[in-house]
């Protein structure tokens, strides 16, 4: 498996998808997104997992930033753009088009359902930052699917406790977390093609079986 931060080599494999794992702090992305990278490295394609922001080495450098260090909602969005737009041309279009498969802890939907229903930030510009770092010779960049891991605000607060030291969005009330969860339904529901609800209040057994029969029902 090919990792986007560690400049480990790349093996073709003539396949291209891009999947993003959306969802809260909490939420159990990272182990599920573990395990579709073995699952389809075991079926000898080539896997890219990455995360936003960062993905790059600058953009991890503005990730930090971003995490850690106090600004203004627009400072947030640009910051977060910017981040996107060095990964978009240095990881993730390269390796869709070299055929590879792209596993993505979030996206776009973070941003809208972050900065756009949590902080409350303009969705009209969100919309236009999306346009002007997305838009390529094939039009808008957006993932082929995206699973939602669907959690209730109060669950992940719960799921939390235990972790590591907070960064400055993970100590946001669990009624910013509540409106994110609206960001992400809103996104959800205004691209349903694209997106798989997960309920991830079940176990970790029951929560990839369903994650098996989305990618079955889409024939990967």
């Known amino acids: 498996m090919s990792d986007a931060t560690n400049g480990a080599p790349h093996r073709a494999s003539g396949v291209s998808r891009f999947v993003s794992f ?22 000898g394609l080539e896997v890219v997992r990455t995360r936003e922001p960062g993905g790059t080495p600058l953009a991890e450098r503005l990730r930090e930033m971003v995490l850690h260090e106090p600004m203004d909602p627009l400072t947030e969005a640009l910051l977060i753009f910017a981040a996107r737009r060095d990964h978009l041309q240095q990881v993730i279009e390269p390796a869709l088009a070299r055929g590879a498969v792209v596993l993505c802890d979030r996206f776009t939907d973070a941003t809208f359902a972050y900065q756009g229903h949590g902080r409350g930030f303009d969705l009209g510009l969100l919309a236009v930052l999306e346009r002007w770092v997305q838009q390529g010779p094939s039009g808008l960049r957006q993932p082929d699917l995206t699973l939602w891991f669907d959690l209730p605000a109060a669950v992940a607060a719960q799921r939390l406790v235990q972790a590591r030291a907070p960064d400055r969005f993970e100590r946001q009330d669990e009624a910013f977390f509540q409106r994110v969860i609206e960001g992400y339904r809103a996104r959800s529901e205004a ?16 929560v990839a079986a369903q994650i098996e029969r989305v990618l079955a029902q889409r024939g990967w």
């Open 191 to 206: 691209e349903p093609a694209r997106f798989a609800r997960i309920d991830s209040s079940q176990p970790v057994e029951a």
């Open 22 to 43: 959306e969802g809260i702090d909490g939420a159990g992305k990272s182990t599920h997104i573990d395990a579709v990278a073995q699952r389809w490295q075991r079926a």
